[in-house]
């Protein structure tokens, strides 16, 4: 007799396993020639070796699809574990949702759900520099994200790095609680939190454990090459203009960047420019690079969002922003 041990550690053994192990009983009953002891985060397998070979090819299918789409059934189980047919099944249910950008967790389904969101799905597909500019609430970092975490799973980039910078938006950094980290976390909170719909924690804790993925202040970008990396600044409009330039020329061989920003919220003081809006002026014309622009009618929150936006896109017209005072004062 033989035997085998598998980890699972990466992932959740509740959704592995099934509620009292339904899952781990319905795969019992599928291989009954092997004895299965599940330990934790551990499989021990005890059979024949060409048994034993064929339920490590099928298992590491069902990890896949779990990979791929956030979730198990019990059809899954079914089909994965015991039809012949295994690898037509995960290709079927991949080919009946091809405009899913990812599968997170509780089955939740990330897609582009506005056209200018779909536009940029579309440009990062065909070129490798992408801008998405547009107010609040347009899903630009969510797609963006989503995008990023579509690429590592299918293995197409080693890494996804996620920056911001760490500009004061009325509040004052130095007086924040605890270290370095504690200080930055809040800025990089909305990364965290697409992350946490996208992955599941255990997976997400070890990406960012072993620096598959890396969330990051700007400043820490410096002296950097990105290789077979995706990489994403947010809020680019917060960047200065040599900011810009730095994170820009990370780019290693086989990189994807996504820069997103809004111009109407500038943080900067008033003696720094926008690193953004300054890339979009000289930029433009540059081939492999892309600029989509997105606007209220794709804010994907609360209706509210939009008539908040509009109502503060209408005051901008009729006098100076609040941030910008004037010389008198």
């Known amino acids: 007799m033989n035997e085998k041990i598998l980890s699972v550690e990466s992932y959740p053994a509740l959704d592995i396993y099934g509620a009292n192990d339904v899952y781990l009983n319905q795969i019992r009953q599928l291989f009954p020639r092997l004895k299965i002891l599940a330990r934790g985060d551990l499989l021990?397998?005890?059979?024949?070796?060409?048994?034993?070979?064929?339920?490590?090819?099928?298992?590491?299918?069902?990890?896949?699809?779990?990979?791929?789409?956030?979730?198990?059934?019990?059809?899954?189980v079914e089909q994965l574990m015991s039809s012949n047919e295994a690898e037509n099944w995960h290709q079927q249910m991949e080919s009946g949702s091809a405009d899913v950008l990812v599968f997170?967790?509780?089955?939740?389904?990330?897609?582009?759900?506005?056209?200018?969101?779909?536009?940029?799905?579309?440009?990062?597909?065909?070129n490798d520099m992408v801008f998405a500019i547009g107010p609040a609430g347009t899903g630009k970092t969510y797609t963006a994200v989503a995008l990023a975490v579509k690429a590592l799973k299918n293995k197409e980039v080693r890494r996804v790095i996620l920056t911001r910078p760490a500009v004061e938006a009325g509040e004052n950094l130095g007086f924040l609680p605890g270290d370095l980290k504690d200080k930055l976390d809040p800025y990089l909170q909305p990364l965290y939190d697409a992350l946490?719909?996208?992955?599941?924690?255990?997976?997400?804790?070890?990406?960012?454990?072993?620096?598959?993925?890396?969330?990051?202040?700007?400043?820490f970008m410096r002296g950097r090459t990105l290789d077979h990396a995706f990489a994403i600044l947010d809020e680019a409009q917060n960047a200065t203009e040599s900011q810009m330039k730095m994170f820009l020329t990370r780019m290693g061989r086989s990189a994807k960047f996504i820069i997103t920003g809004d111009v109407?919220?500038?943080?900067?003081?008033?003696?720094?420019?926008?690193?953004?809006?300054?890339?979009?002026?000289?930029?433009?014309?540059?081939?492999?690079?892309?600029?989509?622009?997105?606007?209220?009618?794709?804010?994907?929150?609360?209706?509210?969002?939009?008539?908040?936006?509009?109502?503060?896109?209408?005051?901008?017209?009729?006098?100076?922003?609040?941030?910008f005072p004037s010389d008198k004062q």
């Open 196 to 219: 946490r719909d996208m992955l599941p924690p255990q997976k997400l804790l070890t990406y960012i454990e072993d620096g598959t993925i890396e969330i990051a202040p700007l400043a």
């Open 44 to 76: 021990k397998l005890t059979g024949e070796k060409t048994e034993i070979a064929e339920f490590e090819r099928r298992f590491s299918l069902l990890l896949l699809h779990y990979d791929k789409f956030g979730k198990i059934t019990g059809n899954d």
């Open 104 to 126: 997170g967790n509780k089955g939740l389904q990330v897609r582009a759900r506005t056209e200018n969101q779909r536009r940029l799905v579309e440009s990062c597909a065909k």
């Open 264 to 323: 109407t919220q500038i943080d900067l003081p008033r003696n720094q420019r926008s690193g953004l809006i300054h890339a979009t002026r000289i930029l433009k014309e540059i081939n492999g690079i892309d600029f989509i622009y997105l606007d209220t009618q794709d804010i994907v929150r609360h209706k509210l969002v939009r008539l908040v936006v509009d109502a503060y896109s209408r005051d901008s017209e009729t006098r100076a922003p609040a941030n």
